[in-house]
C-alpha cells in the first residue's frame, strides 16, 4: 500500500481556521483509489484534490489499494465509517463493471455508497501497434477473421470495452482476451507487439497516439472525440458496442447532509474553473458536473448498461 498526503502548505490549514469554523473537515481525509500509481484515474482526480487543498486548506491522503480490479478499494470504502474522512474515486471501472466481472466485489455499487459528486466523462478507444499496417476498424475485423488474435486489458473498463467491440463485431470466436495488473502493462506490450489491440480510457492512450506508437481505430461513445475529431465511433462503422467512461467521488452509505453539502460546493467551483477545464480536455475527457438524485440514477444506469454488455459477451464472474 502506498500512500501520499496532498497538503496546500501547514500555514493554511492554520489561519483557514478549519478546526473552528467548521465541524467538516478537521483532520485528513483519506482517498483511497483502487488502481496503481499513476492510473488516469488517479491523475485526474488528484488534479481536483490538489485544487480543493490550495483554496480550502483541507489535506487527502492518497491511498492506493490495487488489486481484484479495484474491489478491494471499493470493499475497503464501503466498510469504512460514514463520517466523510474515507472516500474514494468512483468510475465506471469499479462501480459499473468490475462488481458484475470479480466474486471479490462484496459491497452493492449504489445502495452501499453516498455519491458525493461527478467529475467526468470519457472515451474509450480501440487502439492497435501503429506499425500493424491497420488502419480501420474494417481492417482488424478483416484480420481476426483471418488468423487469432489476442488484446490486452489491465481493467474493468478495458475488459467489457474489447469484449463488447468483439462480440458485436462477430469476431468473438478468433479473439481471445489477455488479463494485466494495469493497464499502462496492456498498453506497453501493445506497442511491445505482444497483443494485438487494446480498448482503453482515452487519458491512457492520448501521449501513445500522438506519439505515433498506436493508431486509433474508433471511439466508443454517442460522438467523436473533441481530441481526435478524425477518429470515427464504432457505430458510424456498423458496430454497436456505445459505452461511455465516468469518474466521480463517494464515500460510504450515509454521509451527513454537512458532508455532502461540502463536497458539492468545492466540486462545483473546482469544475467551473477555465484552468481545470482546459486541463480536463487537454486529457481527453470532459468535466461532468452531477449531484444528489441525478447522480445515483445515473450510477444506477451505467451499472445496468455495462452489465448489460458483460452478459452479452458471455463473460463470467472469476
Given at each position: 500500500?502506498?500512500?501520499?498526503?496532498?497538503?496546500?502548505?501547514?500555514?493554511?490549514?492554520?489561519?483557514?481556521?478549519?478546526?473552528?469554523?467548521?465541524s467538516y473537515p478537521n483532520k485528513p481525509i483519506h482517498f483511497v483509489t483502487g488502481f496503481a500509481a499513476g492510473s488516469s484515474i488517479?491523475?485526474?482526480?488528484?488534479?481536483?484534490?490538489?485544487?480543493?487543498?490550495?483554496?480550502?486548506?483541507?489535506?487527502?491522503?492518497?491511498?492506493?489499494?490495487?488489486?481484484?480490479?479495484?474491489?478491494?478499494?471499493?470493499?475497503?470504502?464501503?466498510?469504512?465509517?460514514?463520517?466523510?474522512?474515507?472516500?474514494?474515486?468512483?468510475?465506471?471501472?469499479?462501480?459499473?463493471?468490475?462488481?458484475?466481472?470479480?466474486?471479490?466485489?462484496?459491497?452493492?455499487?449504489?445502495?452501499?455508497?453516498?455519491?458525493?459528486?461527478?467529475?467526468?466523462?470519457?472515451?474509450?478507444?480501440?487502439?492497435?501497434?501503429?506499425?500493424?499496417?491497420?488502419?480501420?476498424?474494417?481492417?482488424?475485423?478483416?484480420?481476426?477473421?483471418?488468423?487469432?488474435?489476442?488484446?490486452?486489458?489491465?481493467?474493468?473498463?478495458?475488459?467489457?470495452?474489447?469484449?463488447?467491440f468483439v462480440r458485436a463485431a462477430g469476431i468473438d470466436k478468433n479473439v481471445v482476451g489477455v488479463p494485466y495488473k494495469?493497464?499502462?502493462?496492456?498498453?506497453?506490450?501493445?506497442?511491445?507487439?505482444?497483443?494485438?489491440?487494446?480498448?482503453?480510457?482515452?487519458?491512457?492512450?492520448?501521449?501513445?497516439?500522438?506519439?505515433?506508437?498506436?493508431?486509433?481505430?474508433?471511439?466508443?461513445?454517442?460522438?467523436?472525440?473533441?481530441?481526435?475529431?478524425?477518429?470515427?465511433?464504432?457505430?458510424?462503422?456498423?458496430?454497436?458496442?456505445?459505452?461511455?467512461?465516468?469518474?466521480?467521488?463517494?464515500?460510504?452509505?450515509?454521509?451527513?447532509?454537512?458532508?455532502?453539502?461540502?463536497?458539492?460546493?468545492?466540486?462545483?467551483?473546482?469544475?467551473?474553473?477555465?484552468?481545470?477545464?482546459?486541463?480536463?480536455?487537454?486529457?481527453?475527457?470532459?468535466?461532468?458536473?452531477?449531484?444528489?438524485?441525478?447522480?445515483?440514477?445515473?450510477?444506477?444506469?451505467?451499472?445496468?448498461?455495462?452489465?448489460?454488455?458483460?452478459?452479452?459477451?458471455?463473460?463470467?464472474?472469476?
Amino acid at each position: 500500500m502506498k500512500i501520499r498526503t496532498l497538503l496546500a502548505g501547514a500555514g493554511l490549514l492554520i489561519s483557514s481556521g478549519l478546526a473552528f469554523a467548521q465541524s467538516y473537515p478537521n483532520k485528513p481525509i483519506h482517498f483511497v483509489t483502487g488502481f496503481a500509481a499513476g492510473s488516469s484515474i488517479e491523475n485526474l482526480s488528484r488534479m481536483v484534490l490538489d485544487d480543493i487543498s490550495k483554496r480550502t486548506g483541507a489535506v487527502f491522503v492518497v491511498e492506493q489499494r490495487p488489486g481484484a480490479l479495484g474491489m478491494i478499494g471499493m470493499n475497503l470504502v464501503a466498510k469504512a465509517p460514514p463520517d466523510g474522512y474515507t472516500l474514494m474515486p468512483t468510475s465506471s471501472a469499479t462501480h459499473s463493471s468490475a462488481p458484475q466481472l470479480t466474486k471479490m466485489a462484496t459491497a452493492d455499487p449504489v445502495k452501499d455508497f453516498t455519491h458525493l459528486g461527478a467529475l467526468d466523462r470519457f472515451h474509450l478507444m480501440l487502439v492497435v501497434n501503429a506499425g500493424s499496417g491497420i488502419k480501420t476498424v474494417e481492417e482488424l475485423v478483416a484480420e481476426a477473421r483471418k488468423k487469432s488474435l489476442n488484446y490486452g486489458y489491465g481493467s474493468a473498463t478495458g475488459q467489457v470495452g474489447a469484449s463488447a467491440f468483439v462480440r458485436a463485431a462477430g469476431i468473438d470466436k478468433n479473439v481471445v482476451g489477455v488479463p494485466y495488473k494495469s493497464q499502462p502493462l496492456a498498453l506497453t506490450d501493445l506497442v511491445g507487439n505482444q497483443v494485438q489491440f487494446v480498448t482503453s480510457d482515452l487519458p491512457s492512450v492520448d501521449a501513445l497516439v500522438r506519439g505515433n506508437k498506436l493508431t486509433a481505430l474508433a471511439v466508443t461513445g454517442d460522438k467523436r472525440a473533441t481530441l481526435f475529431p478524425d477518429v470515427p465511433t464504432l457505430a458510424e462503422r456498423g458496430i454497436n458496442a456505445e459505452l461511455i467512461g465516468w469518474v466521480g467521488v463517494a464515500g460510504p452509505a450515509g454521509l451527513s447532509e454537512e458532508v455532502r453539502t461540502w463536497w458539492q460546493r468545492n466540486l462545483t467551483t473546482t469544475l467551473n474553473k477555465p484552468n481545470i477545464i482546459e486541463d480536463f480536455k487537454a486529457r481527453g475527457v470532459e468535466p461532468y458536473i452531477l449531484f444528489g438524485p441525478a447522480l445515483e440514477k445515473f450510477v444506477a444506469d451505467q451499472y445496468q448498461v455495462w452489465g448489460r454488455h458483460i452478459r452479452e459477451a458471455g463473460i463470467k464472474p472469476e
